[in-house]
């Protein structure tokens, strides 16, 4: 995600966007291909969690919480997110193309 954020802090308009595609395009099919072998693991076990699950998962997510690494993560993930909104909100149809790219989604009620 900083890869991309570092890209995009750049973007001021549509040609400095369409300058940094090829750049980003590599970068954001790295994420999507991660999220889709996420999606397809969390599919695999596509059953509701037991309590006991459940409760491992939740005292996982607390050790996560307490790690520096999850702090980094949450920045990096926040940057991304403003990156990508500036930049949309900067140059039409950019935020489109980066969740086509990336295999995100992207709020269209705006633009029908």
Not at 14 to 23: D, I, L, Q
Not at 45 to 53: D, F, I, L, R, T
Not at 67 to 92: G, H, L, T
Request: net charge positive.
């Amino acid at each position: 995600m900083n890869e991309v954020s570092d890209i995009l802090v750049n973007v001021k308009d549509a040609n400095a966007f369409e300058s940094v595609k090829s750049k980003l395009k590599p970068k954001l099919n790295r994420m999507r291909e991660s999220n889709e072998l996420a999606k397809a693991k969390q599919s695999a076990g596509n059953k509701a969690p037991s309590k006991e699950e459940m409760d491992r998962l939740t005292k996982e997510m607390e050790k996560l919480k307490n790690d520096s690494n999850w702090e980094k993560f949450q920045q990096a993930m926040w940057r991304y997110i403003q990156e990508v909104f500036r930049v949309s909100m900067a140059v039409p149809g950019a935020g489109e193309w980066i969740a086509q790219e990336s295999g995100g989604t992207w709020n269209q009620s705006g633009s029908k």
